[in-house]
């Protein structure tokens, strides 16, 4: 697979409790020259780097990130502001915990709400896959699915595991039409990025990619 199909798949992502603007302006220059599909950083470097990069790169935020049980109140005026300030894609957090107590009108519900929010702006649900049965992510599949997301996302990269190719597959075989899938969290390979992609993924969450990419190019 040609790298730069892999690169423009990529949401270049630092999400790191202490980052600085010199990180994440350095990620936004990596973003723009190998033209990934977005950079996925904190909400409040949003606007600092929607003026910085112009229509030169896409840039994602987080919403109720990592944990998802802010309210929907809460996630919705986090996504308003994240909108207003730039931000051109929104990764959200479910609650866990409702979707655990089999409050599916709920989850549905918030979905629905920040979708409506976001427009035209692209969606995408975080399910923390490690954190759910087989079961809990077929029903996410039909949530995010009914709720009129663009995405469906395994994780956040801060709970106990990432990405599966098993989940990806999973996801692949439960979604219904229109629905796309981000895998993130742990995909440390230009191979697992591609098995990732073949199995249906059209996003992945992860810096290591570029990373990997500018090693070989400081070797060659």
């Known amino acids: 697979m040609d790298i730069q199909e892999i ?19 350095a990620i ?34 987080v919403i ?3 944990n998802g049980y802010n309210t929907t ?5 986090e996504t308003q502001e994240a909108l207003k300030e730039g931000a051109d894609e929104i990764d959200m957090v479910i609650n866990i915990g409702d979707l655990k107590a089999g409050k599916t009108d709920e989850v549905r519900n918030e979905i629905r709400t920040l979708k409506e929010a976001c427009g035209e702006k692209i969606l995408k649900v975080i399910i923390e896959t490690c954190l759910l049965t087989d079961e809990e992510k077929i029903t996410m599949c039909h949530l995010v699915t009914e709720a009129g997301a663009d995405f469906i996302k395994t994780s956040t ?3 106990k595991a990432g990405a599966t ?10 979604i219904g039409p229109g629905i796309r899938m981000k895998a993130a969290g ?13 199995l249906g993924a059209s996003r992945l969450g992860t810096s290591r990619i570029v990373k990997i990419v500018k090693a070989q190019e400081a070797e060659k």
């Open 7 to 25: 690169l423009g798949k990529c949401d270049h992502t630092l999400l790191a409790q202490t980052a600085t603007w010199e990180e994440i302006k």
């Open 186 to 198: 742990g995909i440390s390979s230009i191979e697992d990025a591609e098995e990732f992609i073949r």
């Open 28 to 61: 936004c220059d990596d973003g723009m020259k190998y033209r990934t599909a977005s950079v996925c950083i904190p909400p409040c470097f949003v606007k600092q780097a929607k003026e910085y990069v112009g229509d030169k790169l896409a840039i994602c935020t």
């Open 165 to 174: 190719f098993a989940d990806i597959k999973l996801f692949s075989e439960n």
């Open 64 to 66: 109720g990130f990592p």
């Open 73 to 77: 109140s809460v996630k919705l005026f």
């Open 157 to 159: 990269g801060f709970s």
